[in-house]
């Protein structure tokens, strides 16, 4: 089927930067095909609340929190995004996850990395 693997994710200072991964995977059994994808994230206590998403015709939407700081971007037939994160604020520390939309309605999560924001 199809799995989802993060990468990127580190401890830095507000103000610093990342660069988040999240490689697709799909088996060449599958007739599936990723039609969209995203990133979310949790922070302790809190419900997973949605940060950016990209459509296969490239057309992103952001949360407001993150606007004007964060980048999201894909490549490689749309298997792969990235989430460029520039002006990084304590309020930002929380597990990322990728995300990917499925033909047939179907979705998939990736297991998380870990952003952390000191001040």
């Known amino acids: 089927q199809v799995q989802l693997v993060e990468s990127g994710g580190g401890l830095v200072q507000t103000g610093g930067s990342l660069r988040l991964s999240c490689a697709a995977s799909r088996s060449i059994f599958s007739i599936l095909s990723i039609n969209g994808m995203g990133w979310y994230r949790q922070a302790p206590g809190k419900q997973r609340e949605l940060v950016a998403t990209i459509t296969n015709s490239g057309s992103t939407n952001y949360a407001d929190s993150v606007k004007g700081r964060f980048t999201i971007s894909r490549e490689n037939a749309k298997n792969t995004v990235y989430l460029q994160m520039n002006s990084l604020k304590p309020e930002d520390t929380a597990v990322y996850y990728c995300?990917?939309?499925?033909?047939?309605?179907?979705?998939?999560w990736g297991q998380g990395t870990q952003v952390t924001v000191s001040s």
């Open positions: 995300n990917a939309n499925l033909t047939g309605g179907r979705v998939s």
